[in-house]
């Protein structure tokens, strides 16, 4: 069965640079969410789209964007990084908003140097 | 605030020792509770959803149950290739702060020596 794509699986980046991660969820999922995980962490929810439009914020940075496109691909925009902007990147899918389960990417490991 | 807090942080077990996991959840109205299981490295990789008190649901030697306010996964006879970190979730309902979004608890490090 299709899962989530995201890509790049790996990034490096100097800081202040900027770095823009995609994902593409199982196919006829319309619900995607970005999730943060630093180091012996659990995930962080980050910001969440339902049919294209942001359905839930959480402790997402200002210097980071996001956005859901016609395809239902979401990427996720960050500028002026930081060292602690280090991190695994997950997104995940649902059919749906609530109640449903949410299937997870194997993640984009960003490195800011 | 939504709450999910996960115990023992580690569990090393041997082969075939049956154990348990705890998730103890504080929400708003639950709209469901997922137990994912992660590899070093990897995306969660779901294993349940329960929905009410009372539901339990089993896949191969894993068996998730749920009360009011926690959930239990027991592993029966665990094998080597069941070594990962267990993570617990919780959605709240609508009426709540948030829609959709995942809770999750620090996760649970399981190893199984042989």
């Known amino acids: 069965a299709a899962g989530v794509i995201q890509s790049p699986r790996h990034l490096i980046k100097e800081k202040r640079e900027t770095a823009t991660l995609k994902c593409y969820p199982i196919?006829?999922?319309?619900?995607v969410y970005w999730y943060q995980q630093g180091p012996g962490q659990d995930p962080q929810f980050l910001i969440s789209f339902y049919e294209k439009m942001q359905s839930d914020k959480g402790s997402i940075p200002d210097r980071f964007s996001a956005q859901q496109f016609s395809d239902y691909h979401s990427e996720l925009n960050m500028s002026s990084l930081e060292l602690g902007d280090s991190a695994l990147y997950f997104c995940?899918?649902?059919?749906?908003?609530?109640?449903?389960?949410?299937?997870f990417g194997p993640g984009t490991r960003l490195l800011v140097l | 605030e939504d709450q999910v807090t996960q115990s023992p942080e580690a569990l090393r077990l041997q082969e075939g020792e049956s154990s348990s996991l705890n998730c103890s959840y504080t929400v708003s109205g639950l709209r469901g509770l997922f137990w994912y299981r992660q590899d070093p490295g990897k995306g969660p990789e779901f294993l349940f959803t329960l929905y009410s008190a009372g539901e339990e649901k089993e896949k191969e030697r894993l068996k998730a149950t749920l009360t009011k306010k926690e959930s239990f996964l027991h592993i029966t006879a665990p094998k080597p290739e069941d070594s990962a970190t267990y993570l617990c979730?919780?959605?709240?309902?609508?009426?709540?702060?948030?829609?959709?979004?995942?809770?999750f608890g620090q996760g649970t490090i399981l190893t199984v020596h042989p």
């Open positions: 995940a899918s649902s059919l749906g908003l609530l109640g449903v389960t949410q299937y």
């Open positions: 196919p006829r999922h319309d619900t």
């Open positions: 979730a919780v959605q709240a309902s609508a009426g709540g702060t948030s829609y959709g979004k995942l809770t």
